[in-house]
């Protein structure tokens, strides 16, 4: 069965460095989301991606996050200058179209711990 | 402004017993509504998606009821198996329309051999 697919499983980086969450979507999915979760804490939604451009975001994703597919499979979230409070759970996610019964799939997480 | 709650943080049970989890919503009219399992570590992983006009779903020993009155999901395992234990989330589509999943914050559930 196609999964989604996140590298790396961990990173750590130091406060103030740039990272690049990579996400391998399913393949003729067409949205893309990235969400986040805080240890104990909810699942949060961050930017939804569709036809090459942001469709949603929330107020989380401010100035310090991107988003990019920067070629037909891969999903990437780059943070800036990391702050403490970007410590995670990451989560990408894709869907084949808006249909009101499609699932999101989500991948299996890359924790990103910011020292 | 809208809110998700999962009444319960945990749950304990005995293997065999119907576990029941709660999920109440406010100042949401959303259309669909859906549950995800997450075990720790992991990402969740879709189970059940209810639609406004369904009163109740199955999907083997998995049943989710929709009350769009009293703004209520309940989500019921039966004859539940210590392999059910994990974090049980509610997920309701933002009715913006961007259909971003708003989740609860989980009901961990413990099946007790």
């Known amino acids: 069965e196609p999964e989604v697919t996140q590298t790396p499983s961990h990173q750590v980086t130091q406060m103030g460095q740039e990272v690049i969450l990579r996400c391998v979507p399913i393949s003729n999915h067409l949205y893309f989301y990235w969400y986040r979760q805080i240890l104990g804490q909810k699942v949060e939604f961050l930017v939804s991606?569709?036809?090459?451009?942001?469709?949603?975001k929330s107020e989380i994703f401010d100035d310090q996050f991107s988003v990019e597919r920067p070629d037909g499979s891969n999903f990437t979230l780059k943070i800036r200058s990391t702050k403490l409070e970007d410590s995670a759970m990451y989560f990408c996610a894709s869907r084949l179209g808006l249909a009101p019964g499609e699932t999101q799939y989500f991948g299996p997480g890359t924790r990103l711990l910011v020292l | 402004s809208q809110k998700i709650e999962q009444n319960s943080e945990a749950l304990n049970i005995q293997e065999g017993k119907t576990a029941t989890l709660t999920c109440n919503y406010t100042n949401y009219s959303p259309a669909y509504l859906q549950w995800y399992r997450q075990d720790p570590g992991r990402g969740p992983v879709f189970l059940l998606l209810i639609r406004e006009n369904e009163k109740e779903k199955r999907k083997e020993r998995l049943k989710v009821t929709f009350d769009t009155t009293l703004k209520q999901s309940l989500f019921h395992i039966t004859a539940s198996q210590p392999a059910d234990s994990a974090t049980y989330l509610c997920?309701?589509?933002?009715?913006?329309?961007?259909?971003?999943?708003?989740f609860g914050s989980g009901t961990r559930l413990q099946v007790q051999p």
């Open positions: 991606f569709y036809n090459n451009e942001i469709s949603e």
């Open positions: 997920a309701l589509a933002g009715d913006t329309g961007r259909r971003a999943l708003t």
